[in-house]
Every structure is written in structure tokens, then in C-alpha cells.
């Protein structure tokens, strides 16, 4: 039974380059989350999604910032013109559903470092 | 919104010895309190949670208390050894969606063999 799959691990990118980092949830789980850890600061919330909706992305920058959770396939958090602001741990949590009870399980993340 | 203060920031302790992390919340809705576990290069791992209508859980060496007056929640690690050692941090939610988390700083746990 497989965990949350991201990947890549790591992505280097240059500055105004796009950078897509990709979650697979566990088998069976249809919420998925976005989480940012900038150096040696606690994980903050970026997007909530559920298959084809965005739930809550009250944590999302208002700008470049992207991310969809089709019918098939993996989640993606997309960023478009990369700056060098944008280095940190991405990472992707899933759970079978929203309600009480439910516990979220982490994938190992991407490192984005922006050159 | 929440806010969630973690200390301390570093924590150095002893094989056999125990480790407190204590953990603060702003948000009086707050009801569910978990703490995950990192190691160096990879993500984090639940290790035990609390909800808001219990005020102590325990899971072999590791306890978490919770205090709804004074809005703080602690985690407790006894006969703590070398493979303890990690980053912990709390965290805390009052939304319906459990997923939706507001993580403390964390606390860097070394145990010395």
C-alpha cells in the first residue's frame, strides 16, 4: 500500500522558468493538500483540493501560483515565473475524507531551488 | 487566524532521559492537535493527535496532554533513544476540514547515546 508519491525529489529551476511539482494521494484518498516549509520554519498551508475542485487556497500567493486535481492523474502545483523567493520544501498531503477522525499522511516532498 | 508558538526551538537530552515539547494556540475553536515527526530528508509522520474532548492520550512512550483553558497542548517522549531524534512539530486546526493545519515552528529533538 503505497504512501503519498511526489516527485520530482528535487527540481532545479531558473529564475522565470515554470516549475510543476506533482502528488499522488494514497489509494483510496480524494483530499489532497499543499504545504510549504521554508528553511527551518514550520510547514504553512498553501490549497486544499478534492478531485476537480479547489476547496480552500486561502494559502495560496495570489500570483504564479497554481494547482488542479483532475478526474485522473495526479494533483499539480504549478508555478510560473519562478523567483528565487520561491526555494523551499513542497509538500503533499492526502486523506481518505475531510471529516473527524481522519488523519493526513505526507509524502516526502520536492525540493525547489530556484538558481 | 491561528497561530501556533512552539518551544523550545532546540531540545538536547540524554538516552533514557524524557523530552517535553509544548505547543501554544491563539484560535479558542481549535479542536484537533496532532504532531508529526521529521527526519532529514523527508516528510512529515503523524505520531500521535489529540482531540479537543480528551485531555490526555498515550501511545507507549509518547503522551500528548491537551489544556482548553490555558489553549496549550504538550508532547511527551519517555526513555527517549537515539532514533527519537528528529524535528517535531504540533499543530492545530479548527476548521471542519482536518487537513488544514497550522504547524508551530518545530522543535529540533537530539538524544544522546
Known amino acids: 500500500n503505497a504512501g503519498v508519491m511526489q516527485n520530482p525529489r528535487h527540481l532545479v529551476r531558473r529564475r522565470g522558468q515554470e516549475a510543476r511539482l506533482r502528488c499522488s494521494p494514497m489509494k483510496g484518498h480524494s483530499h489532497v493538500y499543499w504545504y510549504r516549509q521554508l528553511p527551518e520554519e514550520g510547514l504553512k498551508f498553501m490549497v486544499y483540493l478534492q478531485k476537480e475542485n479547489i476547496i480552500d487556497e486561502s494559502g495560496m500567493p495570489k500570483e504564479r501560483f497554481s494547482a488542479e486535481f483532475p478526474k485522473e492523474g495526479p494533483s499539480i502545483l504549478r508555478i510560473q515565473q519562478v523567483v528565487r523567493g520561491d526555494s523551499a520544501a513542497y509538500f503533499c498531503a492526502s486523506s481518505r475524507t475531510q471529516g473527524a477522525g481522519e488523519k493526513l499522511f505526507f509524502g516526502s516532498g520536492t525540493q525547489l531551488s530556484v538558481l | ?113
Do not use: M
Request: glycine share 8%; with cysteine.
Open chain 2, 1 to 113: 487566524g491561528e497561530n501556533v508558538e512552539q518551544h523550545p526551538s532546540t531540545l538536547s537530552v540524554q538516552e533514557g532521559d524524557s523530552a517535553v515539547i509544548k505547543c501554544t494556540y491563539s484560535d479558542s475553536a481549535s479542536n484537533y492537535f496532532p504532531w508529526y515527526k521529521q527526519e532529514l530528508g523527508k516528510g512529515p509522520q503523524l505520531i500521535i493527535d489529540i482531540r479537543s474532548n480528551v485531555g490526555e492520550k498515550k501511545d507507549q512512550r509518547i503522551a500528548v496532554t491537551l489544556n482548553k483553558t490555558a489553549k496549550h497542548f504538550s508532547l511527551h517522549i519517555t526513555e527517549t533513544q537515539p532514533e527519537d531524534s528528529a524535528v517535531y512539530f504540533c499543530a492545530a486546526t479548527s476548521g471542519t476540514s482536518y487537513g488544514k493545519l497550522t504547524f508551530g515552528q518545530g522543535t529540533i529533538l537530539t538524544v544522546h547515546p
